[in-house]
C-alpha cells in the first residue's frame, strides 16, 4: 500500500488546539490530512477500517476491507487543469475503485461565478486519468451539503461526481464511537474525535466569517485538550 506522507498522527491530532483553525485556508490543510488519515486503515488511530468502511457505505460502494486499499493521499496539485493552486484534496485508491476527494469547507468558493469552471477542470482530471474496471467518482465534500443552483445540473447530470457533506462525515464517526465499545476505551482519542466533531458543528453553520468563527471558538467549552 502507498501512502503519501502524513502530517498528522495520533499524538498531534490529540494535542489539536481548533482554536487556531478559524482561518478556513488553515482548516482545509489540516482537514485534509485527517481524512486521509483516518482512511487509512493501517494509520495509527486504532480506528482500522471503521472510517473507510463507513465512507464506503455511505457511497454506495459496499464494505472495502483493507487488503483491498492500494494508495491514499492528500493535497494533490493539479497541472494543466485548473488554475495555479488548484488540486484534489485526498485520492483514495481500492482494487474496485478510484474516490478523487475535493473538500470545500467555503460556501463563498461554490458560490462564486468561477467555480464552475474549476470543476469542470477537475472533472476532466478524473476522466483522464480513470482507473480501469473500476468505479471512479469524484467526492464534493462541503459543510452542508448544500450545492449552488449554477452548479446543480451539472452535478446532476456527471455521474462521477457525488456530493457529500460534513454532516454524513461527522455521523461516520458518531456512530463508531457510539457502537463500537472498543473505541471508547481510549479515551485520549475518544476526546481528540469529539472535539473534532465539535469543530466540524461549527464549521457546518458556515454562513461565519473568520472572526465570528474565532469568537465562538473561544466561547466553545471542550474545544481543546
Known sequence: MIVKKNKVNLKSFCALDWRKYAS???FRELHNEIIAWLLNPYGDHGLETGVLEGFMLKLGLGRTPSSEVSSIGQNHVLEGYVETGGM???VLETDGAQIMVINEPEMARLEDTGYPEELRGKTAYLTDNLKRNAKNLLVLLSPSGYIPPRLDGYVKKNSYLRVFSYRQYTAILQNLLLYEVRYRESPKLYGALERYMLFLQLMVADVYGA?????????LKGIVP
Open 211 to 219: 472572526e465570528q468563527r474565532k469568537s465562538r471558538l473561544a466561547s
Open 88 to 90: 484534489i484534496d485526498v
Open 24 to 26: 478556513l485556508k488553515r
